[in-house]
């Protein structure tokens, strides 16, 4: 069965703070990973890839480990506006949706003044 | 905003009954990908459908069924509604396979 692994939180966070997720994944053959981000009763969009070189979009750092099925997502400078939930997601197939993406629970990030 | 649609945005049904949600995706996507998100729990494969035909499917019963019409805007079909049938349906429209999905704002469902 594949599962992905999140701790839920909540996550309560100064801002200005640095803040680390972790996620884990049960399936050694998965091809793609990603972070989203969904606020409260809105969807999940999409925050960034994550490459087996590690990757950074501004204030955000994702790493990919395979040998331990790891995924990381490092948010720098928090602001106020980062508070939400944080998806861990994994495709298990290249180019594709035939298993869909799998999501873990998500991890709640509070961002306090 | 991702420029997919999705409606209604709320829904009221009672058990036994059928529900048909509807999802406008992007422009130039032609893969859609149905999602069932739970309160508190992350979102759930449902199916997908590639150029009108289905392409995967999660683990959920036949009576979650759907279609892809030729414009790509597809439709999710859920007979003999079940309580914990309620939550948030998402839908996610993507360029052929590519990995990267984006969603709709979602129906979201209870079941009475």
């Known amino acids: 069965r594949k599962e992905v692994e999140q701790d839920p939180g909540p996550f309560n966070v100064p801002e200005g703070a640095t803040v680390a997720f972790n996620c884990t994944y049960s399936?050694?053959?998965?091809?793609?990973f990603f972070w989203y981000r969904q606020d409260c009763r809105k969807e999940p969009k999409l925050l960034m890839s994550?490459?087996?070189s590690g990757n950074e979009d501004g204030r955000f750092t994702a790493q990919l480990n395979r040998a331990s099925q790891y995924i990381s997502l490092l948010i720098r400078d928090s602001k106020l506006s980062d508070s939400a939930t944080y998806l861990c997601?994994?495709?298990?197939?290249?180019?594709?949706?035939?298993?869909?993406?799998?999501f873990g629970k998500g991890t709640h990030l509070i961002i306090q003044p | 905003e991702t420029g997919v649609t999705q409606s209604p945005t709320h829904l009221i049904k009672t058990r036994g009954q059928q529900v048909t949600l509807r999802c406008s995706s992007q422009?130039?996507?032609?893969?859609v990908s149905w999602y069932q998100q739970a309160l508190g729990q992350g979102p759930q494969f449902i199916f997908q459908?590639?150029?009108?035909?289905?392409?995967g499917r999660g683990n959920f019963p036949p009576r979650f069924s759907g279609l892809q019409f030729p414009n790509y805007s597809s439709e999710l079909n859920v007979n003999a509604l079940e309580l914990d049938d309620s939550a948030l349906y998402l839908c996610?429209?993507?360029?052929?396979?590519?990995?990267?999905?984006?969603f709709g704002p979602g129906t979201r469902l209870t079941v009475l």
């Open positions: 996610a429209s993507s360029s052929g396979l590519a990995d990267e999905q984006f």
């Open positions: 399936n050694s053959a998965s091809q793609s």
């Open positions: 994550v490459y087996s």
């Open positions: 997601v994994v495709n298990e197939a290249l180019g594709g949706g035939a298993d869909g993406l799998t």
């Open positions: 422009s130039g996507h032609n893969t």
């Open positions: 459908y590639y150029r009108e035909e289905e392409n």
